[in-house]
Nanobody, 114 residues
Framework: VQLQASGGGSVQPGGSLRLSCAASGISLDYVFIAWFRQAPGKEREGVST???????NYADSVQGRFTISRDNAKRTVYLQMNSLKPEDTAVYYCNTALRGTNYWGKGTQVTVSS
């Protein structure tokens, strides 16, 4: 199982980015995918999750601004991030768990700054 996050970059406050998490070695039909982020000097925190039946949830800090979605045929989960704030600056990671094993992709950097 491998997860690869991409789509990060630098944007101004109020801007948008779309992150992608491409999965290999696993079918998205049977697992959840979660996005986490870690800012410098802070602990990793959960951002959003989408389950195998496409139920979603969001951290309070991103509710209404971020949208998670999945394309099972492409084995990819997306995180659309709108109205970005400086406090959204972090390395973003995607994650899943299967048979008791956690899998993490390499992160993608998101920087929100004027």
């Amino acid at each position: 199982v491998q997860l690869q996050a991409s789509g990060g970059g630098s944007v101004q406050p109020g801007g948008s980015l779309r992150l992608s998490c491409a999965a290999s070695g696993i079918s998205l039909d049977y697992v959840f995918i979660a996005w986490f982020r870690q800012a410098p000097g802070k602990e990793r925190e959960g951002v959003s999750t989408i389950t195998s039946n496409s139920a979603t949830n969001y951290a309070d800090s991103v509710q209404g601004r971020f949208t998670i979605s999945r394309d099972n045929a492409k084995r990819t989960v997306y995180l659309q991030m709108n109205s970005l704030k400086p406090e959204d600056t972090a390395v973003y990671y995607c994650n899943t768990a299967l048979r008791g094993t956690n899998y993490w992709g390499k992160g993608t950097q998101v920087t929100v700054s004027s």
